[in-house]
């Protein structure tokens, strides 16, 4: 629900009030199932190692399926590029709040402070800036007016702050030399985005592979994304080629 339309009316003494309803929508959430992959290995090797080998496997697929989440809700594609039928993306719900002037101007002071006036001040408090580290790194060589860098570089366990706000990197959002890319994103993912995700599932599969002495690891999971309110995500694009 996204009612900024109504507030308080001023009422005089036996005034009928008028109805003033908020207007609802619903978006039905269905998931999809994805999969990281086969992997196969040796079970001599299982045997020989004197580390434990299967979960190695499963923490090095705990990353493998953490970037494959992220490019899922970001570009709402697998990591082929395939579209997700319930799961849009980021960049295509975010709503174009400014523009770049050129490519060639890169992203400037205006472009930013552009970005953080078009959010609603009621998506303040829980808001964050997502960028690749390639942007973050490019903001962090460039200075405002008054000759200051655009953000606080974070602390030990802290992140990054721009306008106050933290800076949370997102490598599957584009570059800010791509033409129409939407590099930056500003907005509340708690009031613009509702995820569905099963717990992720590991499989070992023993006898598959049995006759080649081998074991296979093979990991699943469903994600489903949609909308709740549409100005609570923000992006910069930059200028077409």
């Known amino acids: 629900m996204d009612d900024s339309t109504h507030g308080l009316t001023l009422i005089a003494e036996g005034t009928t009030l008028s109805e003033t309803d908020p207007t609802f929508s619903s978006t039905v959430v269905s998931a999809d199932p994805l999969s990281s992959g086969l992997v196969r290995y040796s079970n001599?090797?299982?045997?020989?190692?004197?580390?434990?080998?299967?979960?190695?496997?499963?923490?090095?697929t705990s990353s493998r399926?953490?970037?494959?989440?992220?490019?899922?809700?970001?570009?709402?594609?697998?990591?082929?590029?395939?579209?997700?039928?319930?799961?849009?993306?980021l960049v295509s719900l975010s709503q174009i709040a400014s523009t770049t002037s050129t490519i060639a101007a890169g992203v400037g002071w205006t472009d930013i402070t552009n970005l953080f006036d078009s959010l609603d001040p009621a998506f303040l408090p829980r808001s964050i800036f997502l960028m690749n580290s390639k942007t973050r790194n490019y903001l962090a060589g460039l200075k405002d007016s008054t000759g200051r860098s655009f953000f606080v570089p974070g602390t030990a366990n802290s992140l990054d702050m721009l306008l106050g706000r933290p800076i949370v990197i997102n490598q599957s959002l584009g570059l800010v030399t791509t033409a129409s890319a939407k590099p930056i994103l500003f907005g509340s993912l708690f009031d613009?985005?509702?995820?569905?995700?099963s717990e992720p599932r590991v499989a070992v599969l023993r006898e598959r592979f049995a006759e080649v002495n081998e074991s296979a690891l093979v990991t699943s999971i469903r994600i489903g994304s949609a909308s709740l309110q549409a100005g609570a995500i923000q992006a910069l694009r930059i200028a077409a080629a």
């Not at 001599?44 to 090095?60: I, M, R, V, W, Y």
């Not at 989440?69 to 039928?85: N, Q, R, S």
């Not at 613009?192 to 995700?197: E, N, R």
């Open 65 to 89: 399926i953490g970037r494959g989440i992220e490019k899922a809700l970001t570009l709402g594609t697998d990591v082929a590029g395939t579209p997700l039928p319930n799961s849009p993306g």
């Open 44 to 60: 001599q090797l299982l045997s020989d190692s004197a580390f434990d080998l299967e979960q190695l496997l499963k923490n090095l």
């Open 192 to 197: 613009g985005l509702q995820v569905i995700a």
